[in-house]
């Protein structure tokens, strides 16, 4: 067996370096790669399951075009010589933009910009704005600290307080618990904060589980406790925080009885809490995503990552607001997050952009010209965005949908013609991650399989078939052999001097001029240089307060449906890949949702009866798990199921953006329950 | 030499890598698994703890499945490690049923199968499969004849316990506590 350096191209925090061994041309293990500091232990069940994936007897390894509700195979010539009739024929008829392009976060790699280049070269499409995941929480610490950085991985091991708030890296990035845990041995405190007692709740010394959406609140209580206590930093308020005072005002109107009430947080926990934050420092807050999937969730972290800034928890080891670090995003043009944002300039060829979190009620009603073609890749929209039956619906409207993707999706199923992706074994690429600070090669190790292309021969194929101009395209797609991609990769790295294909080949290189503790200089990139507790931006961009402030969900109150639905990740899949696979199945053998043991009881649901959970978008009917330690009023079920299981969350959901960053608000979601049967 | 495991139910996170890299290492067949993970909530909300732990066979010093076992497949190897021998396997299922762990299954080949504590890893001075890719390293293995063994030094140190006590099987997977 030979063994390759690789790095793991997935939507996920980890990002691990692994090796993998390869036999017979095939993928056959997977070993853990010690060069990376962030990931040294070796990659979670998802990579180990990639033995399977790359070898997996259900991978579409060929094209397929729907006959008469069957997928039957095509050979690339006809299948391209359809799809540029296609495209010619729209494009006459209702011009570029009644194409629908559609791209998500199913791979990573700096090769995905070609597709962009040859729409481009079309002549446009629609495209989408905004992103599913984490946008308002991004651009809440851009607009109070100037960018998106924390402090190096490791660095947990430095704190003396942790606070988990709204992640469980037990589930999500487990290799964050390795610090974590070399922390807690020193003497660390760690406070978990989650409406579930989750699996990373059972290392720590206390327990917070706040009513979903209101995290906020408790962010203020706690800062004023620590206001009222003059347990606050003055030196760091005064040489780097701008509008401390304004704030201080705002916040000390805050009831804490009544926060308490309405977080559903006993008033001497959140006392606790307070206590922690004011005599212990250093401090590291590591905020999940999930509390900024609320419409209130951009000013949620506001009001959380203002702990840090009062209590001086910035720009020190240990001491470290930890949301994302894209440090090692060397290559981007524009930093995030403002690229989820429409694009102001009207001319460009995407000039129609619509958004993600609201594209099923979108594409419905949009003219001039109607979209008629879609095109998806690296994403499974049917099944991942919100409200996603009316997307179904809206995709079944289209003329013709191209589908590429590597197994039968939900997004797949509704092709008209699905081409085959290659995977990440297939094609070299250069990854970066945003948790850790380094860059990496992703190795080509093995040949595609089947009749698979990657999707830069399919788009350089594509263009040679529409008979781009010969200049055009070798200026903006690769050619297909591997000599040419790994030219086209060298091109990409040579700006960046300490960087070279050579050098990512023998493991992952830490990004050039990254801070191995972020904001160590005390330079903020914000309009006034400091801390911007308060942002004049956040105004003029988003409408919302200058000031970081709780607003409550409007539906939690007059929703006449009682529980709260949460969406998280679990540790089994990233999204909706790999819960196709057998050794996922295993695991996960059956989708399910969670409820409490105290709302079990009143509904008379045990554990095993299928529930049916509805709400005015939609309803799934699954089994109940009770869970003795969940919150009371809500309701969890992972994303990732997909609607052939019958238990897609998105069927609940709904298309709505977040406050600011245009994030999606999946968790503005109420939901009811009641029991279908005892089996 | 007696082989023993010991897990971290203080460390160990549930991620389940134990149980993939099983199925990849011992081929597994599908929708059968050697180990698997375990997570034991008690108390009454918001007052509760949960165990999390990885469990297989506990390799038993006084084993059930071997003492009914009426062909000898299931026998002493080695260093106590209790294995199957396939051929000599009629499939009857009273191991399985004689198991207070429930860490035996029927392979879809007809045979009896379960954790061999990666036998053919250790006797090349491996770690078993499970042991090797945890990420946590809240797993130990070893010789408790061997003070120097990750796992008899370990115990030297933590307060243990074992599953099933009262089964009396004397069993040599510990679970620090």
Same mark, same amino acid.
């Given at each position: 067996?030979?063994?390759?350096?690789?790095?793991?191209?997935?939507?996920?925090?980890? /990002?691990?370096?692994?090796?993998?061994?390869?036999?017979?041309?095939?993928?056959?293990?997977?070993?853990?790669?010690?060069?990376?500091?962030?990931?040294?232990?070796?990659?979670?069940?998802? &990579?180990?399951?990639? !033995?399977?994936?790359?070898?997996?007897?259900?991978? =579409?390894?060929?094209?397929?075009?729907?006959?008469? &509700?069957?997928?039957?195979?095509?050979?690339?010539?006809?299948? @391209?010589? @359809?799809?540029?009739?296609?495209?010619?024929?729209?494009?006459?008829?209702?011009?570029?933009?009644?194409?629908?392009?559609?791209?998500?976060?199913?791979?990573?790699?700096?090769?995905?910009?070609?597709? *962009?280049?040859?729409?481009?070269?079309?002549?446009?499409?629609?495209?989408?704005?905004?992103?599913?995941?984490?946008?308002?929480?991004?651009?809440?610490?851009?607009?109070?600290?100037?960018?998106?950085?924390?402090?190096?991985?490791?660095?947990?091991?430095?704190?003396?307080?942790?606070?988990?708030?709204?992640?469980?890296?037990?589930?999500?990035?487990?290799?964050?618990?390795?610090?974590?845990?070399?922390?807690?041995?020193? %003497?660390?405190?760690?406070?978990?904060?989650?409406?579930?007692?989750?699996?990373?709740?059972?290392?720590?010394?206390?327990?917070?589980?706040?009513?979903?959406?209101?995290?906020?609140? *408790?962010?203020?209580?706690?800062?004023?406790? @620590? =206001?009222?206590?003059?347990?606050?930093?003055?030196?760091?308020?005064?040489?780097?925080?701008?509008?401390?005072?304004?704030?201080?005002?705002?916040? *000390?109107?805050?009831?804490?009885?009544?926060?308490?009430?309405?977080? %559903?947080?006993? #008033?001497?926990?959140?006392? +606790?809490?307070?206590? #922690?934050?004011?005599?212990?420092?250093?401090?590291?807050?590591?905020?999940?995503?999930?509390?900024?999937?609320?419409?209130?969730?951009?000013?949620?972290?506001?009001?959380?990552?203002?702990?840090?800034?009062?209590?001086?928890?910035?720009?020190?080891?240990?001491?470290?607001?930890?949301?994302?670090?894209?440090?090692?995003?060397?290559?981007?043009?524009?930093?995030?997050?403002?690229?989820?944002?429409?694009?102001?300039?009207?001319?460009?060829?995407?000039?129609?952009?619509?958004?993600?979190?609201? #594209?099923?009620? /979108?594409?419905?009603?949009?003219?001039?010209?109607?979209?008629?073609?879609?095109?998806?890749?690296?994403?499974?929209?049917?099944?991942?965005?919100?409200?996603?039956?009316?997307?179904?619906?809206?995709?079944?409207?289209?003329?013709?949908? !191209?589908?590429?993707?590597?197994?039968?999706?939900?997004?797949?199923?509704?092709?008209?013609?699905?081409?085959?992706? +290659?995977?990440?074994?297939?094609?070299?690429?250069?990854?970066?991650?945003?948790?850790?600070?380094?860059?990496?090669?992703?190795?080509?190790?093995?040949?595609?399989?089947?009749?698979?292309?990657?999707?830069?021969?399919?788009?350089?194929?594509?263009?040679?078939?529409?008979?781009?101009?010969?200049?055009?395209?070798?200026?903006?797609?690769?050619?297909?052999?591997?000599?040419?991609?790994?030219?086209?990769?060298?091109?990409?790295?040579?700006?960046?001097?300490? @960087?070279?294909?050579?050098?990512?080949?023998?493991?992952?290189?830490?990004?050039?001029?990254?801070?191995?503790?972020?904001?160590?200089?005390?330079?903020?990139?914000?309009?006034?240089?400091?801390?911007?507790?308060?942002?004049?931006?956040?105004?003029?961009?988003?409408?919302?307060?200058?000031?970081?402030?709780?607003?409550?969900?409007?539906?939690?109150?007059?929703?006449?449906?009682?529980?709260?639905?949460?969406?998280?990740?679990?540790?089994?899949?990233?999204?909706?890949?790999?819960?196709?696979?057998?050794?996922? +199945?295993?695991?996960?053998?059956?989708?399910?949702? /969670?409820?409490?043991?105290?709302?079990?009881?009143?509904?008379?649901?045990?554990?095993?009866?299928?529930?049916?959970?509805?709400?005015?978008?939609?309803? #799934?009917?699954?089994?109940?798990?009770?869970?003795?330690?969940?919150?009371?009023?809500?309701?969890?079920?992972?994303?990732?199921?997909?609607?052939?299981?019958?238990?897609?969350?998105?069927? *609940?959901?709904?298309?709505?953006?977040?406050?600011?960053?245009?994030?999606?608000?999946?968790?503005?979601?109420?939901?009811?329950?009641?029991?279908?049967?005892?089996? | 030499?007696?082989?023993?495991?010991?897990?971290?139910?203080?460390?160990?996170?549930?991620?389940?890598?134990?149980? !993939?890299?099983?199925?990849?290492?011992?081929?597994?067949?599908?929708?059968?698994?050697?180990?698997?993970?375990?997570?034991?909530?008690?108390?009454?909300?918001?007052?509760?703890?949960?165990?999390?732990?990885?469990?297989?066979?506990?390799?038993?010093?006084?084993?059930?499945?071997?003492?009914?076992?009426?062909?000898?497949?299931?026998?002493?190897?080695?260093?106590?490690?209790?294995?199957?021998?396939?051929?000599?396997?009629?499939?009857?299922?009273?191991?399985?049923?004689?198991?207070?762990?429930?860490?035996?299954?029927?392979?879809?080949?007809?045979?009896?199968?379960?954790? /061999?504590?990666?036998?053919?890893?250790?006797?090349?001075?491996?770690?078993?499969?499970?042991?090797?890719?945890?990420?946590?390293?809240?797993?130990?293995?070893?010789?408790?004849?061997?003070?120097?063994?990750?796992?008899?030094?370990?115990?030297?140190?933590?307060?243990?316990?074992?599953?099933?006590?009262?089964?009396?099987? +004397?069993?040599?997977?510990?679970?620090?506590?």
């Amino acid at each position: 067996m030979i063994f390759f350096n690789t790095a793991c191209p997935r939507n996920c925090y980890s /990002t691990c370096s692994f090796k993998v061994g390869i036999e017979g041309g095939k993928v056959k293990l997977v070993e853990p790669q010690p060069l990376n500091r962030a990931t040294p232990e070796g990659i979670c069940l998802k &990579g180990l399951s990639y !033995v399977e994936r790359a070898n997996s007897k259900e991978r =579409i390894l060929n094209p397929l075009i729907r006959k008469n &509700g069957v997928f039957v195979p095509i050979d690339w010539e006809a299948a @391209l010589t @359809l799809i540029a009739d296609k495209l010619t024929s729209f494009k006459e008829n209702y011009g570029s933009h009644s194409v629908l392009f559609y791209a998500a976060s199913g791979t990573s790699g700096l090769l995905n910009d070609v597709n *962009l280049n040859f729409w481009r070269m079309f002549g446009g499409t629609t495209r989408v704005y905004g992103n599913l995941c984490w946008p308002a929480g991004l651009e809440a610490t851009h607009l109070t600290l100037g960018e998106n950085k924390h402090n190096v991985a490791w660095d947990i091991e430095n704190a003396n307080l942790i606070v988990l708030w709204g992640k469980n890296p037990a589930e999500t990035n487990i290799h964050q618990m390795i610090p974590i845990e070399k922390a807690l041995a020193k %003497g660390a405190r760690m406070v978990v904060i989650d409406p579930r007692r989750t699996q990373s709740a059972e290392h720590a010394d206390l327990l917070i589980q706040p009513k979903p959406g209101t995290d906020a609140l *408790l962010a203020l209580a706690v800062a004023k406790l @620590l =206001i009222e206590k003059k347990q606050t930093d003055q030196a760091f308020i005064m040489n780097h925080v701008l509008g401390f005072d304004a704030f201080k005002q705002e916040v *000390l109107q805050v009831n804490i009885v009544e926060a308490a009430r309405v977080t %559903g947080v006993p #008033l001497n926990l959140i006392e +606790k809490l307070a206590h #922690l934050m004011g005599t212990i420092q250093p401090m590291t807050l590591v905020a999940g995503y999930g509390m900024q999937r609320f419409s209130n969730g951009g000013q949620t972290i506001r009001c959380l990552l203002a702990l840090n800034i009062i209590t001086g928890n910035i720009g020190k080891p240990g001491a470290c607001w930890h949301y994302a670090d894209l440090q090692g995003d060397v290559f981007s043009k524009l930093k995030e997050p403002e690229s989820y944002f429409p694009d102001p300039k009207a001319d460009e060829p995407f000039r129609r952009v619509i958004p993600t979190a609201r #594209l099923g009620e /979108t594409m419905l009603k949009l003219s001039n010209p109607e979209i008629k073609m879609a095109w998806v890749e690296r994403g499974n929209p049917l099944a991942q965005n919100p409200d996603s039956l009316k997307i179904r619906e809206a995709f079944r409207q289209l003329e013709f949908k !191209v589908v590429v993707e590597q197994f039968m999706t939900d997004t797949a199923l509704e092709a008209d013609l699905i081409l085959p992706a +290659k995977n990440m074994f297939e094609q070299s690429d250069i990854i970066s991650s945003y948790w850790n600070p380094y860059v990496q090669l992703k190795q080509k190790v093995v040949e595609p399989a089947g009749e698979v292309k990657p999707e830069t021969e399919i788009y350089y194929l594509l263009a040679k078939k529409l008979a781009f101009a010969e200049d055009l395209i070798q200026q903006n797609i690769p050619e297909p052999d591997d000599a040419s991609i790994e030219a086209w990769l060298e091109k990409e790295l040579k700006p960046i001097e300490e @960087l070279s294909l050579d050098k990512l080949k023998k493991g992952p290189v830490l990004a050039p001029r990254m801070q191995e503790i972020a904001f160590s200089d005390y330079r903020f990139s914000t309009p006034s240089g400091k801390i911007e507790l308060y942002s004049e931006q956040a105004k003029t961009r988003w409408n919302v307060s200058e000031l970081p402030g709780y607003e409550a969900i409007s539906e939690n109150d007059k929703s006449n449906f009682p529980y709260q639905l949460m969406t998280p990740n679990t540790k089994n899949r990233i999204h909706s890949q790999f819960g196709n696979l057998q050794v996922i +199945k295993v695991l996960d053998p059956f989708p399910y949702a /969670t409820i409490s043991e105290i709302d079990a009881r009143q509904k008379n649901i045990r554990p095993g009866n299928k529930i049916k959970v509805f709400n005015e978008v939609g309803s #799934l009917e699954l089994k109940a798990k009770i869970d003795a330690s969940l919150r009371p009023g809500v309701v969890v079920i992972y994303n990732g199921y997909w609607h052939q299981e019958g238990a897609c969350p998105n069927s *609940l959901t709904k298309g709505q953006e977040t406050d600011m960053g245009h994030g999606t608000a999946f968790h503005d979601t109420r939901v009811d329950f009641c029991l279908v049967s005892r089996k | 030499m007696r082989y023993a495991m010991a897990i971290d139910t203080k460390k160990c996170v549930g991620c389940s890598d134990c149980v !993939v890299a099983c199925q990849t290492e011992n081929d597994v067949p599908i929708g059968y698994c050697r180990d698997w993970v375990v997570e034991v909530t008690d108390g009454t909300y918001p007052q509760l703890e949960t165990e999390i732990r990885s469990e297989r066979c506990n390799h038993c010093d006084n084993s059930p499945c071997v003492r009914c076992c009426p062909t000898g497949a299931s026998h002493y190897a080695e260093g106590g490690i209790v294995l199957v021998t396939k051929n000599e396997c009629i499939g009857c299922g009273a191991c399985i049923q004689s198991c207070p762990y429930d860490a035996r299954y029927t392979h879809p080949d007809g045979y009896v199968d379960k954790c /061999t504590f990666c036998m053919h890893r250790v006797k090349k001075g491996m770690e078993p499969a499970c042991v090797a890719v945890c990420p946590t390293k809240c797993m130990y293995f070893g010789d408790l004849d061997d003070p120097n063994s990750p796992v008899s030094k370990i115990l030297k140190t933590r307060k243990f316990k074992v599953l099933a006590p009262e089964a009396g099987t +004397k069993p040599n997977v510990y679970y620090l506590i």
